[in-house]
């Protein structure tokens, strides 16, 4: 719930932060945790923290979703990163989730 207020009020080194604590009490953050926190990173333009974060999910094994891509492609898209965001949205479509 913090992180994803984080999130609503574009605050998104506190969401990180509240991310990086859950991970420091060794506690496992679902994949709607780390959607909002990457959802955080994409209002403010924070895209390289957003595709940090997807290879923080990819490394702790939690499962990837089309909120948490679609948030990453629009970060990058945001940051003026277009090849990013093509390259991202790239690897949606070879993963198993639908767009």
Known sequence: ????????GGKWAEALQFL???IQAKLQPRTSTFSA????????GEW??????ISIMVQSEVELDTITFSAVVSACEKGSDWKRAVQCFGTLL???LEP
Do not use: D, R, T, Y
């Open 1 to 8: 719930a913090a992180i994803s207020a984080c999130s609503k």
């Open 20 to 22: 990086g604590e859950l």
């Open 37 to 44: 926190a990457v959802s955080a990173c994409e209002k403010c």
């Open 48 to 53: 390289e923290k957003a595709i940090l974060l």
């Open 94 to 96: 070879q993963s198993e």
